[in-house]
């Protein structure tokens, strides 16, 4: 496979520093103390910890050595589903890093930061224009955090209207953070599992929708890459019964700019910055997720909520029906104004065609790899398209062989053995940010791969080979994690 990405060259092995250090070397210049020299901490003295003593070219290459190790969006082609790991385009970082913005103290006066709470402003109503929803805050700092966000906005809705609700619908292909959600929340998920055709069905919400359940948590597009067809009639069925309709947005770049949410029924939604706005995604965070909502809700949105009088921006506390503030200061700033540099410099068109380049991507690969993977459901995709290792397993190749093997060839693997209703899933999400070259050559390699799984089978469970890190044993790995370094 000479032709694939990453296949050659340097593997670089990298020591601890306490390895690379050696008495006497000095990586910097100090001038001479001018202040008093104080005793050490007694757990800094004699056995304490002994740091190594390294130059600056010591430091340097230590850590970029350790950054060549890493792959990510900005290394190649990276289709993990339902993460929406699309480029993040470096002038948003430029605008993060402006000293006006980046130095900005959270603890000021309203007064003296306008420029920081028009921008929060300016981005929850561009949100709110994206989605088709009324009202926004910014505050919440992940999509886990903005779907309790979102929860806690319907527990407060049912509390204001002295009703009392004890569970959540939830659909098998709903995110796997919401169940969590809804419980910390004190509702009891209720699993509803799809249709045939991997959508939900009206007559089973029908069913379930009682005056004891607060509402429905749906993923849309749904994990399987599906758009559920249905959501207006679900949406009336549980309005019906007093309920409200929760939308988890981690989706939203399969239809950005094109599905109006609110006319949809949904009353609650909660967005991910760091998917479908191209803010920088993964390691830990940082990340943002912004929750919407209907005029009716937005009583209850986190505070402080900023207002503007036509000519000053200022913070509103006085909310006596608000859950609450849910996160320190301004939530994410920095990630805040990289969605914000995106909208800008993207526009309105340009939003919507990503949507549908993304799709268009993803729909390609379906057609390209159908006749080589199973494909749990053979029909019209969005943003991203789930396969199984059906075809493979009567050459006792599975999908962690694949994902594995992937690796040797260049690409960061897909999301494997997610959504749990296809058994051995391989969801895969191009994004709109992979050229047609680019996909092409994506197909080639999976396509070569699935017939090493039928030709040198051992290609695959011996796979990867090209790495400091061989296979684990993932069993081992599980239950005896080496976490000395």
Known sequence: MKDAPGTSGLILEEPLLWEKGKKGRNGMSVSASDVPAAALPEDLVGDGPDFPDLSEVDVVRHYTRLSQWNFGVDT??????????????????????????????????DELCQGTLELIYKLEKHLAIITGMDHVSAQPAAGAHGELAGMLIIDAYHRSRNSKRTKILMPDTAHGT????????GYKPVKIESGKRGILEVEDIRQLMDEETAG??????????LFEENIR???????????????????????????????CGVDVLHLNLHKTFSTPHGGGGPGAGPVCVVSELEKFLPYPRISFDGSEYSRDYNRPESIGRIHAFHGNFGVLVRAYSYILTMGAE???????????????????????LHLAYNRPCMHEVVFSDKRQLEHKITTLDIAKRLMDCGYHPPTIYFPLVVSGAIMIEPTESECLD?????????????????????LLTNAPQRFKVKRLDETRAARQPCLCG
């Open 233 to 263: 009639e679900i949406a009336a069925i549980v309005h019906e019964k007093g309920g409200l309709v929760y939308a988890d947005g981690a989706n939203m770049n399969a239809i950005m700019g094109i599905v109006d949410l609110k006319k």
């Open 438 to 458: 680019d996909l092409d050559r994506f197909v080639a390699v999976v396509r070569r791969i699935t017939m090493e799984a039928m030709e040198q089978p051992e």
């Open 178 to 185: 919401n169940p969590a959600s809804a419980a910390l929340c």
């Open 350 to 372: 340009n939003l919507r065609m990503a949507s549908q380049l993304a799709v268009l991507n993803a729909c390609y690969l379906k057609v390209q790899l159908k006749d080589y």
């Open 76 to 109: 190649g082609t990276y289709p993990l589903g339902s993460c929406t790991m699309k480029y993040n385009p470096k002038v948003n970082e430029k605008q993060a890093a402006t000293p006006v913005i980046a130095a900005a103290h959270p603890m000021l006066d």
């Open 216 to 225: 429905i948590m749906i993923t849309n597009p749904n994990t399987l890459g």
